[in-house]
């Protein structure tokens, strides 16, 4: 009842989403502003018809013009009404008339309007296209210079970071957008759709920090190395685990903290990868149990380099576990009763071999064949090669003098054997480098010397990284960007090879662009982040003779009706590249950018080739041997043990 009295002060809720809500019109300023206009023309009418009444002469003791104030009228009416109130009265009149019938208009005009539908643009959904100072301050294109800049002479900042796309303005002017925040970027693109042209390579070839690239055939070390080395001031690594030659080393079991109380963790963290190369989890009993032992023979293997000043490697535990020459129940007793730290046995080492030693013969039969199959691709002797020493240590990605670039390349008839060392790695780049954080005045800072770009190419073959899903929340902080590329929103959810339905990739993503999929399930999720629209359908109905000559009645209806911006049949069959008879691009086509919080980006796949700059930038040759940052003898065997 309280709420009955109080006048309402909005007949109807018509507030919008944020993007468009402070670009509605207030109302109530229209009214006053024609009341005052009516009056001002009555006042100048009775202006014009009191001088025109007297001729425009200087008969009132000054020399009229033939325009006047509005306001004269009322200096002329306290000035001569007395000599002349016929012609002021007569003045007047005309005065309001003007404005009566100006107040009349304005009356019926409202009520036309009062009884008139309007079209409200957002009542469906206020979704729209991005514009430039959309995209301006969503920070892919560098903001206009300011009055204090252009006073200055101080140029506009130039546009930095990562390529997310491009964009074309009203005059058809093409400009690259950029991302250079902290965010992570999610690409979604199609086999052969010219995301490596027009995204990877354009990135690689600008990007001055440290990197760590996937490159399945090695075109991103032909095409980008030459230039990381010479301009980018890169130290370039190529780690190619079955190349005979070429390669930098890198031993996984030297970046395990050996001796201190984060050595176990590592070692499991690393046995866990081994034993699951399709990041499917532990989910069979012999997996679990080969993990388990697989912890104990490694840190043996670790201590017992170190004692006898040799090195630790994944090949040397394989023949730990495999060794022709002597039973296998020697190295459980040897594991038993090994003076491992200050001649006491390690605890792990010494439960795994007793676990091993309780067990049926069957049993542990199988546990054992289960733990070396997953170590037999380091039987090969070129891949037990190129993991036998180090020749750099994950920390020098970001904490080296220079910034250095790390191309790991398996061809495509090694991928699916070399992916559990691949995964190895990628697992502890992410684990070793976003340790800890410091903190100064309440904020935290920097301790790295270079920021690192994580560009992972077709990154769902790597199978499930539960470390990347989970990390990718935080690393932002520790200086880490990742620009994830995959070819569909099916291979993240795959309950089987990807994350499953409930990912986290997406929402951990700031930035998300797309090129033509060609999946429906992907053009439906694209269509959902482009947001609903508001349109306006016009119906018009007829009545009457066909044969007369007038229709009897003809009724007009508007109605605001719901779509989507961007419909998954008009995303499936946005423009892609057109490709000549040889199969390379010749013209891009089309693709959207999203970020998160501003209007969704339609825009124009860039292309490499087509920009001098990056052509004669991909044109330096790559170097022929990889960079070394450091040889296995400059690193102490067993560093960080206490003997």
């Keep these: 009842q309280d709420a009955r009295k109080e006048p309402m002060k909005d007949q109807f809720n018509n507030a919008v989403g944020p993007q468009v809500r402070g670009s509605t019109p207030k109302a109530g300023k229209l009214i006053p502003a024609l009341v005052v206009v009516s009056l001002a023309a009555g006042l100048q009418s009775a202006t014009q018809f009191f001088a025109h009444d007297f001729g425009y002469q200087a008969a009132l003791g000054r020399h009229f013009e033939h325009l006047y104030v509005p306001w004269s009228i009322l200096q002329w009416a306290g000035q001569w009404y007395g000599q002349y109130p016929d012609a002021i009265m007569r003045a007047g009149s005309v005065g309001m008339i003007v404005t009566s019938l100006g107040l009349l208009g304005l009356a019926v005009s409202r009520m036309v309007l009062a009884n008139s539908s309007r079209l409200n643009p957002y009542l469906h959904g206020s979704a729209r296209w991005a514009n430039l100072k959309d995209i301006q301050a969503s920070g892919l294109l560098p903001r206009p210079r300011t009055f204090w800049q252009a006073l200055t002479g101080a140029r506009p900042a130039a546009s930095a970071g990562v390529y997310v796309g491009a964009w074309l303005d009203a005059r058809g002017h093409s400009h690259y957008l950029r991302h250079n925040g902290p965010e992570h970027v999610l690409c979604y693109a199609p086999t052969r759709s010219g995301k490596g042209v027009g995204l990877v390579v354009p990135t690689l070839l600008s990007w001055g920090e440290s990197a760590v690239i996937t490159d399945l055939k090695g075109e991103l070390w032909a095409l980008t190395a030459g230039w990381r080395r010479q301009h980018a001031k890169n130290r370039v690594l190529r780690f190619e685990p079955a190349a005979a030659n070429g390669s930098v080393c890198w031993n996984p079991l030297d970046e395990i903290r050996i001796g201190t109380e984060h050595e176990v963790g590592d070692v499991q963290n ?61 190295l459980w007793m040897e594991m038993r009763t090994y003076g491992h730290l200050d001649g006491q046995n390690h605890p792990a080492v010494g439960s795994a071999a007793r676990d091993m030693m309780d067990r ?24 037990a090669r190129n993991v036998s020493k180090s020749e750099f240590r994950i920390r020098d990605l ?11 390349l398996t061809q495509p008839n090694d991928k699916t054997r070399l992916r559990p060392l691949v995964r190895v790695m990628v697992s502890m780049i992410v684990h070793l480098l976003a340790d800890k954080l410091h903190f100064e005045n309440g904020r935290p800072v920097a301790h790295y010397r270079h920021r690192l770009l994580m ?36 291979q993240l959810k795959s309950r089987e090879t990807g994350y499953g339905h409930d990912e ?17 399930e992907t053009a439906e999720h694209l ?21 007369s000559a007038l229709l009897g009645q003809v009724s007009r209806t508007i109605q605001e009706v719901q779509r989507p911006l961007l419909t998954p049949d008009e995303c499936l069959r946005m423009p892609g590249p057109i490709k000549n008879a040889s199969g390379d691009i010749d013209e891009a086509g089309d693709m959207v950018v999203y970020v998160a919080g501003y209007p969704a980006i339609y825009g124009k796949q860039p292309l490499y080739f087509k920009d001098p700059i990056f052509q004669a930038r991909a044109a330096i040759p790559a170097p022929k041997d990889s960079d070394k940052l450091i040889h296995v003898h400059d690193v102490p065997a ?3 043990i206490t003997l």
């Design 455 to 490: 560009m992972l190419d077709e990154f769902p073959s790597l199978g499930k990284l539960e470390i990347l899903q989970e990390s990718l929340a935080f690393v932002a902080g520790y200086g880490i960007k990742c620009y994830l590329v995959c070819q569909d929103i099916n």
């Design 398 to 408: 970001m904490h080296h003098e220079q910034p250095v670039s790390l191309y790991i």
């Design 504 to 520: 986290s990739i997406t929402s951990n993503c700031h930035v998300q662009n797309a090129y033509p999929p060609n999946r429906v």
């Design 360 to 383: 049926p013969d069957e049993e542990a039969g199988s546990v054992l064949s289960t733990a070396k199959s997953y170590l037999a691709v380091y039987r090969d002797p070129v891949v």
């Design 638 to 640: 067993g560093e960080g």
């Design 527 to 547: 269509s959902k982040l482009t947001g609903q629209t508001t349109v306006a359908k016009e119906q018009i109905t007829t009545s009457g003779r066909r044969a």
């Design 270 to 330: 690393l046995a866990t990868l081994i034993v699951d190369p399709d990041g499917r989890g532990l989910e069979s009993h012999w997996q679990k149990t080969s993990q388990a032992l697989l912890v104990g023979v490694i840190l043996h293997a670790l201590y017992k380099a170190a004692n006898e000043g040799t090195a630790a490697t994944l090949p040397a535990v394989d023949a730990l576990l495999a060794d022709p020459e002597r039973d296998v129940a020697e």
